[in-house]
């Protein structure tokens, strides 16, 4: 257990330099696949900025920021 949340064996463990995350191994797969569609939305909106695309009407399109 840390402070309030108690980590099981077989849970998802991701930490980085602004914290950490755990996620429980029955949600693993929704999370990762959630996840994908993220980047995936993040780098098309990327290369749109790229192309002279206002960030604002990206983040009305893709509810995104």
């Known amino acids: 257990t840390i402070e309030y949340s108690t980590i099981y064996s077989g849970d998802l463990v991701i930490s980085d330099p602004n914290g950490t995350v755990i996620i429980p191994l029955n949600l693993v ?17 990327l290369k749109k900025i790229k ?11 893709t509810g995104r920021i």
């Open 51 to 61: 192309q002279g695309e206002r960030l604002p009407e990206l983040i009305n399109t």
């Open 29 to 45: 797969d929704k999370v990762l696949e959630e996840a994908k569609k993220i980047h995936s939305i993040e780098n098309s909106m």
